[in-house]
């Protein structure tokens, strides 16, 4: 193949008179060298190719524009490189080549669109992004410490970081700049370590990432809706002080090490019915999140899962609290250091708190706004505030919070059936009385709930008894009636059988209207079968 270099004055890229050669130009396989002589601008006014292109001693300007050039081999830059929405394409049987920056930024965006490995030369800065485009598994390297070992992308507007395929390499990646969006398609990880020190930039969707160090300088990082996916051990440092780097969700399976403080929306474990794998948390940094969910996985395909939180550490839960096992395999919550206390906060409501077939161990829960309820749970050790609860407990899980409710809720000892029942006492003819209470249940299993009730002679009103899914929203049983005997006894309710879809917790609603005459309703035993 040809060697062409460029002539003093320059001109279009497919003008015969831009190259020494003088009777064509540049194509797919020749090696183009644009270096001292060249004084003018070159322009490539529409898609080109070569293979090697070297611009180590450039004069001049090399234009994009919104071009492309396929380039097959090494790539030198250098001189003026300007570009709006062009850039390089690199592809092509060579699997193996080096790009020299020689300090020169290109402005333009920087593809792969082939499996390869790029050596680094110097470290080098993109202006318009990078693109490893599918089924182009990309490997980027430094030459050595000092030498390559970063590619900055930075704008003064907008840039990309598009993972189609995976991405590794010795090289860390810094989003510098205004407007990056980092986006993936799926399952396509980045392995290279990652530095954010930016005006701004965006997380996009979903994206993944792999047994590297996600690290936060500065810069407003918008996370929305976003959801970083981590398939192997890896590392945070996102927490400068007064500003940080705040996840919306974090999907985490293997060892998470943190050098700084990490906040999230969501911090959840991988639990996919491939094989989920729990968090193992290292540093000793403590960690907040609005919603934490860790769970076993699928019962056909699962195995029980062991969660390590960091002693002396302590996880603050602001709002909702999932930690499931299921009817096959059960969920471990441990400290680290057996002996030495992991610290769990949790700040949300008791109908935010889902907790089943759970192991804690060295796990102190006393900063928490209420006990929290390890619904048929595995062994407690040297926990604090943690309680197992089994259906003996649900006659004192009753709360009056919902919807318009008029009435009084108490507990009573003298009129139980054992020990303690529930005293409920509608104060209007109009405005419904509600009390609510969970029930743990098992994905497609069906349930019979069952409760015995007694009411005062004097009392003529109604009630009826409603079943949400695991979803609080569905209703498995509508407002069906319960029947009363004014007898100052006992009766048994046995509400009609129901199928949740999930493993969790039903939503139980008793709805109560007062009659003609005032009195109460005693509501004791309550089982499921």
Same mark, same amino acid.
């Given at each position: 193949?040809?060697?062409?270099?460029?002539?003093?004055?320059?001109?279009?890229?497919?003008?015969?008179?831009?190259?020494?050669?003088?009777?064509?130009?540049?194509?797919?396989?020749?090696?183009?060298?644009?270096?001292?002589?060249?004084?003018?601008?070159?322009?490539?006014?529409?898609?080109?190719?070569? &293979?090697?292109?070297?611009?180590?001693?450039?004069?001049?300007?090399?234009?994009?524009?919104?071009?492309?050039?396929?380039?097959?081999?090494?790539?030198?830059?250098?001189?003026?490189?300007?570009?709006?929405?062009?850039?390089?394409?690199?592809?092509?049987?060579?699997?193996?080549?080096?790009?020299?920056?020689?300090?020169?930024?290109?402005?333009?965006?920087?593809?792969?669109?082939?499996?390869?490995?790029?050596?680094?030369?110097?470290?080098?800065?993109?202006?318009?992004?990078?693109?490893?485009?599918?089924?182009?598994?990309?490997?980027?390297?430094?030459?050595?410490?000092?030498?390559?070992?970063?590619?900055?992308?930075?704008?003064?507007? &907008?840039?990309?970081?598009?993972?189609?395929?995976?991405?590794?390499?010795?090289?860390?990646?810094?989003?510098?700049?205004?407007?990056?969006?980092?986006?993936?398609?799926?399952?396509?990880?980045?392995?290279?370590?990652?530095?954010?020190?930016?005006?701004?930039?965006?997380?996009?969707?979903?994206?993944? #990432?792999?047994?590297?160090?996600?690290? #936060?300088?500065?810069?407003?990082?918008?996370?929305?809706?976003?959801?970083?996916?981590?398939?192997?051990?890896?590392?945070?440092?996102?927490?400068?002080? &007064?500003?940080?780097?705040?996840?919306?969700?974090?999907?985490?399976?293997?060892?998470?090490?943190?050098?700084?403080?990490?906040?999230?929306?969501?911090?959840?474990?991988?639990?996919?019915?491939?094989?989920?794998?729990?968090?193992?948390?290292?540093?000793?940094?403590?960690?907040?999140?609005?919603?934490?969910?860790?769970?076993?996985?699928?019962?056909?395909?699962?195995?029980?899962?062991?969660?390590?939180?960091?002693?002396?550490?302590?996880?603050?839960?602001?709002?909702?609290?999932?930690?499931?096992?299921?009817?096959?395999?059960?969920?471990?919550?441990?400290?680290?250091?057996?002996?030495?206390?992991?610290?769990?906060?949790?700040?949300?409501?008791?109908?935010?708190?889902?907790?089943?077939?759970?192991?804690?161990?060295?796990?102190?829960?006393?900063?928490?706004?209420?006990?929290?309820?390890?619904?048929?749970?595995?062994?407690?050790?040297?926990?604090?505030?943690?309680?197992?609860?089994?259906?003996?407990?649900? +006659?004192?899980?009753?709360?009056?919070?919902?919807?318009?409710?008029?009435?009084?809720?108490?507990?009573?000892?003298?009129?139980?059936?054992?020990?303690?029942?529930?005293?409920?006492?509608?104060?209007?003819?109009?405005?419904?009385?509600?009390?609510?209470?969970?029930?743990?249940?098992?994905?497609?299993?069906?349930?019979?709930?069952?409760?015995?009730?007694?009411?005062?002679?004097?009392?003529?009103?109604?009630?009826?008894?409603?079943?949400?899914?695991?979803?609080?929203?569905?209703?498995?049983?509508?407002?069906?009636?319960?029947?009363?005997?004014?007898?100052?006894?006992?009766?048994?309710?046995?509400?009609?059988?129901?199928?949740?879809?999930?493993?969790?917790?039903?939503?139980?609603?008793?709805?109560?209207?007062?009659?003609?005459?005032?009195?109460?309703?005693?509501?004791?035993?309550?089982? +499921?079968?």
């Amino acid at each position: 193949m040809a060697t062409y270099t460029a002539v003093a004055g320059g001109g279009d890229w497919r003008a015969a008179g831009t190259w020494d050669l003088g009777s064509s130009y540049p194509q797919a396989g020749d090696t183009v060298i644009i270096n001292a002589t060249c004084t003018g601008t070159i322009t490539i006014a529409q898609a080109n190719a070569c &293979a090697v292109l070297n611009l180590t001693s450039n004069g001049g300007t090399l234009a994009f524009g919104a071009q492309s050039l396929t380039v097959t081999a090494n790539i030198s830059l250098g001189g003026a490189i300007t570009a709006t929405t062009g850039g390089i394409i690199m592809t092509g049987a060579d699997t193996s080549r080096i790009i020299t920056s020689n300090g020169v930024t290109f402005p333009g965006t920087l593809t792969s669109t082939n499996a390869k490995t790029v050596t680094l030369k110097g470290n080098l800065t993109l202006g318009a992004g990078l693109v490893v485009s599918a089924s182009s598994a990309t490997v980027i390297n430094a030459t050595g410490v000092g030498d390559g070992d970063t590619l900055t992308i930075n704008n003064a507007t &907008a840039s990309v970081l598009t993972v189609g395929s995976e991405m590794s390499g010795t090289t860390n990646i810094v989003i510098a700049g205004t407007g990056c969006v980092w986006s993936a398609a799926a399952n396509r990880s980045m392995l290279n370590n990652l530095i954010f020190n930016c005006t701004s930039a965006t997380i996009s969707g979903t994206v993944y #990432y792999y047994s590297g160090k996600i690290t #936060y300088t500065a810069g407003t990082i918008t996370t929305t809706s976003s959801n970083i996916i981590a398939y192997g051990e890896m590392s945070f440092d996102t927490d400068r002080g &007064a500003t940080k780097l705040t996840f919306a969700t974090l999907t985490i399976r293997e060892t998470v090490t943190l050098f700084s403080n990490l906040t999230a929306s969501t911090i959840q474990n991988n639990a996919s019915s491939g094989g989920p794998l729990g968090i193992i948390f290292a540093g000793v940094f403590d960690i907040t999140c609005t919603n934490l969910r860790l769970y076993t996985g699928h019962p056909t395909a699962g195995t029980s899962i062991i969660h390590t939180l960091v002693s002396n550490t302590t996880i603050t839960v602001t709002t909702v609290i999932e930690i499931m096992g299921n009817d096959i395999y059960t969920t471990t919550v441990k400290a680290s250091t057996p002996s030495t206390h992991a610290h769990l906060t949790y700040q949300g409501t008791q109908a935010n708190m889902k907790i089943f077939n759970t192991i804690f161990t060295d796990i102190d829960a006393s900063g928490s706004s209420q006990p929290i309820d390890n619904w048929y749970g595995g062994t407690l050790t040297r926990c604090t505030n943690i309680i197992n609860r089994t259906s003996a407990d649900l +006659k004192q899980t009753g709360i009056i919070n919902e919807g318009a409710s008029a009435g009084t809720v108490a507990q009573e000892t003298v009129l139980a059936r054992s020990g303690t029942c529930v005293k409920l006492t509608p104060t209007s003819t109009t405005d419904k009385m509600y009390w609510d209470y969970l029930v743990p249940t098992t994905a497609l299993t069906a349930f019979i709930l069952k409760f015995y009730h007694q009411i005062t002679s004097t009392f003529n009103g109604t009630m009826t008894c409603t079943i949400y899914d695991t979803d609080n929203t569905t209703k498995l049983l509508n407002a069906e009636n319960v029947a009363f005997t004014a007898d100052s006894a006992y009766h048994q309710y046995s509400a009609t059988s129901v199928t949740p879809t999930a493993t969790g917790f039903c939503r139980v609603r008793l709805t109560i209207l007062k009659g003609a005459g005032a009195g109460s309703i005693y509501i004791d035993d309550v089982t +499921k079968g």
